[in-house]
């Protein structure tokens, strides 16, 4: 994605697990604000670390000065193991996560499965880390059991949902979200994928980044 993209590969509960991580857009002599770990959509229906909305979130979490870290869940591209109905897949997440940030700040966000891998993921370390931001988009409420999030991060956290998303409803989310008093951001006319309206998603995350 940038002349700082570097491959890694780590050791995972399934075996190699595969990923990239773009290194923040920071002044000279600057640190990056953390490290930002992204899950990719539905393993079975060709999500990968490579799906074009999770490089958005990649590039406005680098473009806001964050390391960017996504990755291939198990059994996807050179990832070792198979599908594991989202158990598994929130084990590669955190595995991610302890590799690639043992320490300091850290963000969570996740697409479609990823927003459901996010949410669980962020609920197992709320309690140790520090977590400074979390983004889910087209959060696939209305297809896995996503988690609550706790109520010290709703004003960390950015929701991010297509008006238009046929593949999850919007309506499925705003009943996961309304029980929490949990804003959602819905974007006009937007599908599941934001065609056409890249630019608009990553500008929208870029706000929530600077806030």
């Not at 002599?29 to 079975?44: K, M, Q």
């Not at 059991?145 to 950015?158: I, W």
Request: neutral net charge; glycine residues 12%.
């Amino acid at each position: 994605m940038n002349a700082q993209t570097q491959r890694f590969e780590l050791l995972g509960p399934q075996g190699r697990i595969e990923g990239l991580r773009d290194g923040a857009q920071v002044a000279d002599g600057g640190v990056a604000r953390g490290v930002a770990v992204i899950a990719h959509p539905h393993p079975l229906f060709g999500g990968t670390m490579d799906n074009k909305v999770v490089q958005t979130l990649a590039r406005a979490f680098v473009q806001a000065g964050w390391d960017a870290v996504r990755f291939n869940f198990r059994g996807v591209g050179g990832s070792a193991g198979a599908w594991d109905e989202g158990r598994g897949e929130v084990d590669d997440f955190l595995a991610v996560l302890r590799d690639q940030a043992p320490s300091g700040p850290v963000a969570i966000a996740g697409f479609s499965f990823g927003a459901y891998v996010a949410s669980q993921a962020l609920q197992a370390v709320w309690a140790e880390r520090e977590v400074r931001r979390v983004v889910l988009v087209g959060t696939a409420a209305s297809r896995f059991q996503v988690a609550a999030l706790p109520a010290q991060a709703h004003e960390l956290t950015l929701v991010l949902h297509g008006e238009q998303d046929d593949t999850v409803p919007l309506a499925s989310v705003l009943d996961w979200a309304r029980p929490q008093a949990l804003p959602v951001t819905v974007v006009p006319g937007g599908g599941h994928f934001f065609h056409g309206q890249l630019p608009l998603l990553k500008q929208c995350v870029l706000r929530h980044l600077k806030d």
